[in-house]
């Protein structure tokens, strides 16, 4: 089935510094991708999405393209904030699905990043 | 507009216990989904209602968990008898329809002791 791996944390970084955070997926359809944010106390949230090869998803300065040739979406930042502290999930959803009116994600296990000012 | 609401935020119960959790959607979202992580692994898919019909629970783990969702509102989600694995966060979130964000509410800690 289908199913994402990415990098162990916890990571920790200083404030300013570049963010990279890889993730990699098998999937034997063609699915949409999703990096989902999680920040102390709060539900997930939506950061970013892609829905075909190539194309890059943004939000809040965070990154990610989808590589269809390496089957990746690397999370990346230029340069992160303490309020960037949070869990991060790597997520991919079958467009099949997204067609027929359903949205089944498969999640990576999560990242924990901390950033010390 | 509210978000995607979960009650209670945490629990605590003992094995063997009944423990139901709540997902109240945003209003008017037909699509609602229970998902759980457990451990700090990977957050996995439970089931999915459209309104109150269960379209797809292939990842509900055995009979000792019962989803509801009647009247297409809110959900409940049960579990009788609990056991220790049954431990972690339980996440609610609902979506409109085609194509269309995936919203998540806070989600439930749920520890079995």
């Known amino acids: 089935g289908d199913s994402v791996t990415q990098m162990e944390g916890p990571v920790t970084l200083s404030e300013e510094a570049f963010l990279t955070i890889n993730c990699t997926y098998t999937a034997t359809g063609y699915p949409s991708l999703f990096w989902y944010v999680q920040y102390p106390g709060e539900g997930l949230q939506l950061l970013l999405k892609a829905t075909k090869a190539d194309d890059k998803g943004s939000n809040k300065g965070f990154e990610a393209t989808y590589r269809k040739e390496t089957t990746s979406f690397h999370l990346e930042k230029g340069s992160v904030q303490v309020s960037d502290s949070a869990v991060y999930f790597c997520a991919l959803s079958d467009r099949t699905l997204i067609i027929q009116g359903a949205q089944k994600l498969v999640f990576g296990q999560g990242t924990r990043l901390t950033i010390n000012p | 507009e509210a978000g995607v609401t979960q009650f209670p935020s945490h629990s605590v119960i003992e094995k063997g216990q009944t423990v139901t959790l709540r997902c109240d959607p945003i209003s008017g979202h037909d699509n609602l989904y229970w998902y759980r992580r457990v451990m700090g692994k990977e957050i996995k898919f439970l089931l999915h209602?459209?309104?109150?019909?269960?379209?797809?629970e292939s990842g509900m783990p055995n009979n000792r968990f019962l989803a509801e969702r009647t009247g297409g509102t809110y959900s409940t989600l049960k579990v009788q008898p609990a056991e220790l694995e049954d431990s972690g966060v339980y996440f609610c979130?609902?979506?409109?329809?085609?194509?269309?964000?995936?919203?998540f509410g806070q989600g439930t800690r749920l520890t079995v002791v």
């Open positions: 209602f459209v309104k109150e019909s269960k379209q797809d």
């Open positions: 979130a609902s979506t409109s329809g085609f194509n269309t964000e995936a919203f």
